[in-house]
Every structure is written in C-alpha cells, then in structure tokens.
C-alpha cells in the first residue's frame, strides 16, 4: 500500500517559493540604493574621522601657541616691570594702555583717566627751562600719535610732591595696527636726574675755572707788563752807574753791579716768556689751514745761525697741514726745533729730524688728525720727567750748561692744547728725544 508521505513540518520546507524568485526590480533598485547609501555613509566616516584627527592637530597646535603666547606675554610683562625705564602706550584717543610700574614710580602718579591736553598739568610736565609747562601737543605721546618719532627729548617733572624735581629723557613711537594705520603710541623715558645735576655741576665748574683762568692769565699779563718798566729802569741806571762811575768803583763793587745786571737781563726774559704765555689764549688767532712744510722752513731760517754754529743739520720731511693759528704753529715748531739743537751731546753734531703724517680714518679717534715728530740724537731725558717738562720754569738741566727759562715746552703744550691736540715727549738719557705732537688737519676749503 502506497501512502502519501507524510508531510515535513513546516519549519524543514525550506523558504518559501516566492524567496526562491528573482527579485523585482524595485527591490534591486532600493538595495543598490541601500548599498550606495552605506558606501557613502562609510566614506563620510572616514573623511569625518581624518576632519577630526585634523581639528584635534589644529587644537593642540592652538594650545602650543597659545601657552607660547602667555609665556611670551608673562615674560613681556615681567621684563616691563623689572625694567627701571617707564614704558606707556596710549590708544588712538589717548587712552593708557599700558603703564609699567617704573612710570609711576619715576612719575610718581599712576596713569591718568583724563583728557591728554591735561597731561602737563596734572603730571607737572615742564619744558627744559624747567619753567614753562610742556604745550600738550608736544608732548612726545602727543607727537608720535601724529606719526612722529622723538628720540631722548628732554622734559622737567616737578609737582609740590617731587619739590627736587626729576629730569627726564623720553622717546616715543607711533603704533601701526595690520593695515598700517596709527592705532596709538608708546613712549619709553628713564629718570637722568643724575646725570643731569651732574652735567650742570661740571659746567659751572668749567664756567668758574675758565674765569679764573681769564683773570689769572689778565693778572699775568698786567704783572708782567708792568713789572717791565721798572726793570727797564734798573738796567738802564745799572749802565750809567757802570759807563760814569765804573773807573770810580772798587773791584768788588764792580762785580755786583755785573751780576745785578745779570739779573736784571735774566728777569727780563722771564718776564717776556710770561707774557708769551699768558698771551696764547688771550691774544690767540683764529684757526686756518696752515701748510706745516712753509712754517718749517721759516723755523729753518730763523734758526739758521743757531744750526751754524751747532754744525748739525735739521731734515725736514713731509708735513702735513693743519688747522691752526699760524703764528703760534710757528712758535711750536720754533721752541721744539731749538730744544732739540740746544741739548745736544757735547761732542756730537746734531741731527734733527722733523716730519709728519695725517692720521688715517680707520684710526676711528683720530679722525682728521695730523701727526707730528720732532727728534733729535741729543742727550735725551729719563721717561719719568716726560711730563714734568712740560710746566712753566720745570727744567732738568742746569742754567749754566744750557741756557734757557724753562717756558719753551709749557707755551708749546698751552698751543696744543688751545688747538685740541696733544703733545708727549719720548726719551731716555743718552738716547736722544723725541716729541710726538698732535694736531686737527686742516679742513677742505669749503665750496661756495
Ligand atoms: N730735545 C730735548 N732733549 C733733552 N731735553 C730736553 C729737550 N727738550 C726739552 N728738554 C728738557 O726740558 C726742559 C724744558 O724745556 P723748555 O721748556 O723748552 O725750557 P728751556 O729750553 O728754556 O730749558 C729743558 O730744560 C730740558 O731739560
Ligand atoms: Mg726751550
């Protein structure tokens, strides 16, 4: 017997015949839209996962900078308030921006919530007269909001709080923004109260020692203007008494009279060195270019019976021009060219040798400056009097060997000095001298 099996449960049919068909195309058309979405989705992820790794790089970056920033800025902050320069800036109204503590300590006020045209009031701002209160639009602050720069301007604080007053040097700058426009100012100024007291101190003392020198050199010069009369009279009958009563006067009477005239004479050159002296500054000329070389050979010609009789010779090399008072040029080169013929060695002709050079420019001091030598092969001197020689009446060698008043050298260092120059003296004993002088070279005639 045949039997219809029995049939599976319906759990082992497997799908049902309508999964089993070929799909419809709407059906495919919403999987490959499902599929599209998806792959878009996954792509979006990515790209929004990369956009954010990227925000968090830029964020950390933002960080860095922005802690670089507050260092800077507290660092900036400190170096303001260590600094013992005041340092404010404004905004384009006036406004104070910043105001480091050095400001308030050197202004003694803090900064000022008004109106700018205020500030010289209510600072106590004065001009450098110390009398006339600063005009408010020049103020530095002022000036450098209109685009000005001001550099070491020089302003006066007094309030009845600062009864000493302080002495201020300010500079200020104006401050761009992005586009390049004024966007407000700032001014830097330290405190050279000091320095300032200090500068009035030296020049009243330089204006006290130049008239005291003035009156000492007029004191000098009627002194010895005067006291040449008299000795004129003493010479004078010193000489009748010798040419009327000569004959008449014993031995030794005779011999007194000798050496008061001796005296007499030597006075007389003391007395006209003196005025020499005294003239240089009082009577001096004023400064053209002089050529050394035509000074020189004057000098030579002057002292042509004094090298005669000497038989040395004096060589005269390249000489600058100078910027000078040509007479006392000749004075110069007349004292140092004798000096040098007169302390010779006994048995040695002398030789003397004056030449010069024009200090070069990278000599940056120097700068338009001659140079000048004087030597000699003379008996020479120890280096420690180098500088002694110099003074009125210093000499190192005896009358009766050389004879002289012991001026030459101090006119010449009096000359140098009226000409802003130097003069130093290099020697030692046997080995012959030699005097170095410095001197402004003569300035290129201006161009009309
Ligand atoms: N060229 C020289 N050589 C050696 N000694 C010198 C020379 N020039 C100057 N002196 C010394 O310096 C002194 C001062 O010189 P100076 O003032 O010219 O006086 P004076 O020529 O009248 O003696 C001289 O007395 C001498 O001792
Ligand atoms: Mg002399």
């Known amino acids: ?6 049939p599976l449960p319906q759990d082992r049919r497997g799908p049902p015949r309508l999964a089993r068909k070929k799909p419809s195309p709407e059906l495919a058309a919403l999987r490959q839209l499902l599929e599209t979405t998806e792959r878009i989705a996954l792509e979006q992820t990515l790209g929004l996962e990369s956009a954010m790794q990227e925000l968090a790089a830029h964020g950390e970056e933002l960080e860095r900078s922005r802690q670089a920033l507050a260092t800077k800025s507290a660092l900036l902050e400190s170096v303001l308030e260590s600094m013992a320069s005041g340092v404010v800036a404004v905004d384009r109204h006036g406004r104070f921006t910043l105001f480091n503590e050095a400001a308030q300590r050197i202004l003694g006020l803090g900064p000022h919530a008004g109106n700018p045209h205020d500030w010289p009031r209510s600072y106590g701002l004065y001009l450098p007269d110390g009398a006339t209160l600063f005009p408010a639009e020049d103020l530095p602050l002022a000036r450098a909001l209109c685009g000005q720069t001001v550099d070491g301007a020089e302003m006066f604080v007094w309030r009845p709080d600062l009864p000493d007053g302080t002495w201020l040097s300010v500079s200020a700058r104006p401050l761009l ?3 390049g426009h004024i966007a407000g100012a700032m001014g830097i100024f330290r405190d050279v109260s000091r320095q300032k007291r200090a ?6 003392f330089e204006r006290r020692l130049q008239q005291s020198n003035k009156e000492l050199e007029e004191f000098a010069f009627a002194a010895s203007h005067d006291l040449q009369e008299p000795l004129r009279k003493i010479l004078a009958f010193g000489e009748l008494l010798c040419s009327e009563y000569g004959s008449a006067l014993p031995e030794q009477a005779r011999d007194y009279v000798l050496r008061m005239q001796g005296g007499a004479v030597r006075m007389q050159s003391l007395i006209r060195d003196l005025l020499d002296y005294s003239r240089i500054t009082s009577r001096g000329e004023t400064f053209i270019a002089v050529d050394l070389s035509d000074v020189a050979r004057e000098v030579l010609d002057h002292l042509e019976m ?3 009789e000497s038989t040395g010779s004096v060589e005269l090399g390249e000489l600058p021009a100078v910027q000078a008072d040509p007479t006392q040029m000749f004075q110069l080169l007349q004292n140092l060219v004798a000096n040098a013929l007169k302390f010779r060695k006994p048995d040695v002709a002398p030789v003397v040798k004056v030449w010069g050079r024009t200090l070069q420019g990278d000599e940056q001091s120097d700068v338009g ?5 004087i030597s000699d092969n003379g008996i020479g001197f120890e280096q420690r009097f180098a ?3 110099f003074g009125v009446f210093q000499r190192l060698h005896s009358r009766h060997a050389y004879e002289g008043t012991g001026i030459g050298l101090a006119i010449c260092r009096k000359i140098v000095t009226r000409h802003g120059g130097s003069i130093q003296a290099i020697s030692s004993p046997g080995e012959g001298a030699r ?10 005639p201006e161009v009309p």
């Open 1 to 6: 017997m045949t039997s219809e099996p029995a």
């Open 177 to 179: 923004n992005s586009a």
């Open 199 to 204: 500068e009035t101190a030296r020049s009243e």
């Open 306 to 308: 004094r090298i005669r």
């Open 369 to 373: 400056q001659c140079e000048l030598t």
């Open 387 to 389: 500088d002694r020689i």
């Open 435 to 444: 005097f170095v002088v410095r001197l402004p070279a003569a300035r290129a």
